[in-house]
């Protein structure tokens, strides 16, 4: 067997930053899935260097040089810096492979530029491509295993992955958890929805948490399960039997269907401290925000009280909104959302707006078919700086009204105000006001301002948002070129543009499995 010398680069982020909220939290950010292939590679013998970028360290400096092998992972936002890195690399003579997100969503474009792009990755699906490291280009090889790995390395394994990235952190440390893959709800535009829900073990999640506690004095994880706490009392009794009562602290993205009144008593006595449920929208999908067949105002009366009751246990509450769903029309769906601020001040909401991330949902087949997908770059698909998906009942210039409007609203300072008077404790109040003055508040307005009077005044944006060029304007070429800074320079040719209809067009279903996977990696 030969011994590669592997690198392994997680971007959490697509480049530069000096944002305070970036400073403060990327290095917590990290992903779950490069530690895990760190791991699995030194299994097998190789040599693994590991490096996680949050925006702030020299990115060409830091890049292992001499390496055999370079693993990129990555969500689409950072595509574009990935595809530069690959290009890089490849000139170097290493081989490249991606996976994470946007190996997911988009493989066909991701195969123009690694020579083997990872859909769900197992140890044996990791283990073929390792056997194999070779160039394959001009399209790379498209290797998934048939589902989620039924188990993942734990704390103690990727720990020597974890340690360097979160001292990066200045203030707060968060170590990334997960203790289930999937979700068994099904909302329609979620990555999770198409994925069956499977817990990794309760025994691990006891073993993680104990292994912590002889690391970090009070460890704060963070949960990345897609929907934390399905399996609720499972997973309370592992996490009660990793040492006394809050003796970790605890950030989950839950549903409020499971967040009941005992829950929330046993979740606090547990530490959990932060939880970010999701509502999306105030006219659909009330079976996970347990309001059934509420609408309207309704639901956001039941929803904010709600929410309050969690305040009562839990300090830190986000409450995450998809803008610009199907069923949304005319300005009463932001309203509504400025009477939930109202009603809820504890909350510190998070806007998304509508975006489809290629295959992640079925639901993006109706959009391609419906020829409401434009081509932004994925550069810009991080759910604010562009919206991909043509509303469909909103003009684009009445539609960023409302985003503003209801961004200024839920940032001004009467508002910030609120929200601090309303938390409890010392660091939730300031991260919500960090936040609020930082990239996704003050930051958003600005963005979504400057969008805005560039629909009124610059003809090449208005033609792109209407879908009647697939030429790109000016304004988004010079953001990528500013956000890659020297890497712009090994963007390869046509690495901004892809095809929006990727996923419709596609006839073999993506991915080959892992029985396929072998003829796939053999010329034809
Ligand atoms: S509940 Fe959350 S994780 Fe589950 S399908 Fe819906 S959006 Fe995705």
Redesign the pocket.
């Known amino acids: 067997m030969r011994r590669l010398r592997i690198g392994i680069l997680d971007l959490v982020t697509k480049g530069p930053t000096r944002a305070l909220w970036a400073r403060v939290m990327h290095p917590n950010m990290a992903s779950i899935m490069p530690q895990v292939v760190g791991v699995w590679c030194e299994e097998e013998g190789h040599s693994v260097s590991f490096v996680c970028y949050t925006g702030f360290e020299d990115l060409m400096a830091e890049l292992p040089r001499n390496i055999d092998l370079l693993f990129v992972s990555a969500f689409s936002q950072a595509a574009q810096t990935a595809y530069a890195i690959s290009n890089l690399f490849r000139r170097r003579g290493t081989v490249t492979a991606l996976g994470g997100p946007h190996a997911r969503c988009y493989p066909e474009d991701a195969a123009l530029y690694f020579d083997y792009v990872f859909g769900f990755t197992d140890k044996a699906t990791l283990q073929s491509a390792l056997d194999d490291c070779r160039p394959h280009r001009p399209v790379g090889v498209r290797l998934s295993a048939e589902h989620q790995p039924d188990t993942l390395p734990g704390m103690r394994q990727r720990w020597k992955f974890i340690e360097p990235t979160i001292a990066k952190a200045p203030a707060i440390q968060i170590v990334p958890m997960i203790g289930s893959l999937g979700?068994?709800?099904?909302?329609s535009?979620?990555?999770?929805?198409t994925v069956d829900y499977q817990p990794l073990g309760f025994a691990q999640i006891t073993d993680d948490l104990k292994f912590l506690r002889t690391k970090l004095e009070r460890p704060r994880v963070a949960w990345h399960d897609?929907?934390f706490g399905v399996r609720f009392n499972d997973y309370m009794d592992a996490i009660e039997a990793a040492g006394p009562p809050g003796c970790v602290d605890h950030i989950a993205?839950s549903?409020l269907s499971i967040l009941s009144e005992p829950h929330l008593k046993r979740m606090q006595r547990n530490g959990v401290k932060a939880i970010l449920p999701?509502i999306?929208s105030w006219y659909d999908?009330g079976n996970?925000s347990k309001t059934g067949a509420q609408r309207g105002m309704d639901k956001v009366r039941q929803v904010a009280d709600h929410v309050n009751l969690i305040a009562r246990y839990i300090p830190y509450i986000q409450t995450n909104f998809v803008l610009g769903l199907d069923v949304d029309q005319g300005a009463e769906p932001f309203e509504l959302t400025k009477r939930f601020v109202d009603l809820a001040p504890v909350a510190l909401p998070g806007y998304s707006l509508l975006s489809a991330f290629g295959r992640a949902a079925p639901l993006n087949l109706e959009y391609q078919r419906a020829g409401r997908v434009l081509p932004f770059p994925f550069h810009f698909l991080n759910n604010n700086s562009a919206m991909n998906v043509r509303p469909r009942n909103y003009d684009w210039r009445t539609f960023y009204d409302y985003v503003i409007d209801l961004t200024r609203y839920t940032f001004s300072w009467r508002v910030i105000g609120r929200r601090f008077a309303a938390t409890r404790e010392t660091i939730p109040k300031w991260m919500n006001v960090v936040r609020a003055v930082s990239s996704e508040g003050f930051g958003r307005v600005r963005h979504y301002t400057t969008v805005r009077r560039l629909l009124d005044t610059d003809s090449s944006i208005q033609a792109y948002f209407e879908g009647e060029t697939n030429t790109l304007p000016g304004f988004f070429v010079d953001k990528i070129r500013r956000d890659l800074g020297p890497l712009w320079e090994f963007l390869p040719e046509g690495a901004l543009s892809h095809n929006p209809l990727a996923y419709l067009e596609s006839t073999a279903g993506g991915f080959v499995t892992m029985s396929g996977a072998r003829a796939a990696a053999e010329p034809a």
């Open positions: 979700c068994p709800y099904t909302c535009f979620c990555i999770d929805s897609p929907n993205e549903s999701g999306e999908l996970k």
